[in-house]
């Protein structure tokens, strides 16, 4: 069971991040975060935060 937490923490931060991403771009509509600039530039920093704990917590399993 060990390293379970970060990979889930990871792949939502990951996923987060896109949504975050395609919402700031435009591409989803029927939010206040859509085509805001701010969120175009946070999902990509968040979505690359998620790889880091997905990365770290796979490492930590292989242990």
Known sequence: ???W???TLGLLA????A???VQGLGYVTGSVMTDQKIWAVV???VALAGLVVL???LRSRRR
Do not use: A, E, H, Q
């Open 55 to 57: 990365w770290l917590g």
């Open 19 to 21: 949504v975050w991403t």
């Open 1 to 3: 069971m060990r390293g």
């Open 43 to 45: 999902g990509p920093i």
């Open 5 to 7: 937490l970060p990979l």
């Open 14 to 17: 990951v996923v987060i991040g």
